[in-house]
């Protein structure tokens, strides 16, 4: 009878952490490190969190192309140029849009790849 819990505690040890391996190890496709330390307002970043995409609407898309649009900005695919990548991005992860306006170019592409791939790439 011994035996049988003993065997049992040991079952359960062995399927436990298989259980949470996957989530320790599941990553962040949003999220975006930046190549060397972004340096805006006094804050040093490392890496943005772009994950509030999944959270935004066609709504949010509608405003950004009219936000665009009141600036002067016109486009024939606005979602693909960067001044949309930027306010999207803005929408996204609650930050200024000049936090993203001031960024390295390289790191400001990287940002609108992966917003691009988001309305695109996916699925």
């Known amino acids: 009878m011994e035996?049988?819990?003993?065997?049992?505690?040991?079952?359960?040890?062995?399927?436990?952490?298989?259980?949470?391996?996957?989530?320790?190890?599941?990553?962040?496709?949003?999220?975006?490190?930046?190549?060397?330390?972004f340096v805006w307002e006094d804050n040093t970043y490392t890496e943005i969190d772009l994950s509030g995409l999944e959270d935004m609407s066609a709504r949010d898309m509608i405003q950004v192309q009219r936000t665009m649009e009141r600036s002067g900005s016109i486009n024939v695919l606005p979602e693909m140029s960067l001044e949309y990548a930027c306010i999207f991005a803005s929408k996204a992860t609650k930050m200024p849009v000049e936090f993203f306006q001031a960024m390295p170019p390289k790191e400001a592409i990287k940002i609108k790849n992966k917003i691009t791939n988001f309305f695109y790439g996916e699925d």
């Open 3 to 37: 035996n049988l819990k003993d065997m049992k505690q040991q079952e359960t040890a062995v399927k436990e952490p298989i259980a949470e391996v996957p989530e320790e190890q599941e990553e962040n496709k949003y999220l975006i490190k930046f190549r060397k330390p």
